[in-house]
């Protein structure tokens, strides 16, 4: 059995005291509400990583960021090594967002050599894919997702791979309001998790924990936490209000 993962992304919401006051409303409601074994993660924006890291020392909760740099370290203005986030021992980030993608120019390639830095300093990649509409609605969705896999980490030791989490969020579904059937959902994660089999055993696919998002709501989550090979979610949105991402967490 593979842990459930709940990740709330905040993207770039929140003021300080709007971050702090979430970050303590979603505190008190896990550790009142929230049993079982579930792994909750908040991937907050970067001046926000240390402030709710301290809001929720001792809980099931930890945080992540949303991106790293590819790069070491150097005179790249702007830029977010992943030896920082180390440095203050943030475990989780979040690479090869569909964002990231559309927005920033992010391809396969240079998600496969921030995969490796995330990794070289003991960080977990939350490694996204996802087909946009158009791709969707050709039919060759599979052989997109599968390509974004295989280029950015198929580069890996079996070693290596175990400790990346997969998250399938298809584009259309981002923001929208528009779900993935758990029929859809539950047929990419298969077709994703086939092809880790495939390349690295079926004990290390078995492994992978691989979330879905898009539009995942509190009245969605159950259903969709329910397919087997989906092992929990990336939830934009609904992560900005603390009663709804608790109840996400408490379909898984
Ligand atoms: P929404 O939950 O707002 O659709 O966003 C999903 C997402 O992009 C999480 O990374």
Redesign the pocket.
């Given at each position: 059995m593979r842990t459930k993962i709940i990740a709330g992304?905040w993207k770039m919401n929140k003021t300080l005291e709007e971050a702090k006051e979430l970050a303590t409303e979603v505190k008190n409601h896990v550790t009142k509400e929230v049993t079982g074994n579930v792994k909750i993660v908040l991937c907050v924006p970067f001046p926000f990583l240390l402030v709710t890291k301290d809001h929720v020392l001792q809980t099931s909760i930890s945080i992540g960021a949303q991106n790293c740099s590819e790069h070491d370290s150097g005179a790249y203005t702007g830029e977010v090594s992943a030896a920082m986030l180390a440095s203050m021992t943030i475990p989780y980030v979040?690479l090869g967002?569909?964002?990231r993608r559309q927005y920033f120019g992010e391809g396969g390639k240079l998600l496969a050599k921030k995969v490796d830095k995330a990794l070289a300093h003991s960080l977990i990649p939350i490694f996204?894919c996802g087909e946009p509409l158009e791709i969707r609605e050709k039919g060759t969705h599979e052989a997109l997702v599968r390509a974004q896999v295989e280029e950015s980490l198929f580069h890996l030791s079996e070693e290596a791979v175990k400790k990346v989490v997969v998250?399938y969020?298809p584009v259309w579904?981002?923001?929208?309001g528009k779900t993935a059937t758990s029929q859809q959902a539950q047929d990419m994660h298969a077709v994703i998790r086939k092809q880790l089999s495939a390349k690295y055993g079926e004990a290390i696919a078995q492994a992978i924990p691989i979330l879905y998002?898009?539009?995942?709501k509190p009245d969605n989550a159950k259903e969709i936490f329910s397919c087997p090979d989906v092992d929990g979610g990336?939830?934009?949105?609904?992560s900005l209000k603390a009663r709804d991402f608790v109840d996400i967490i408490k379909g898984a």
């Open positions: 992304n979040i967002h569909s964002e996204c998250a969020e579904a981002i923001g929208t998002g898009g539009s995942v990336l939830v934009g949105g609904a």
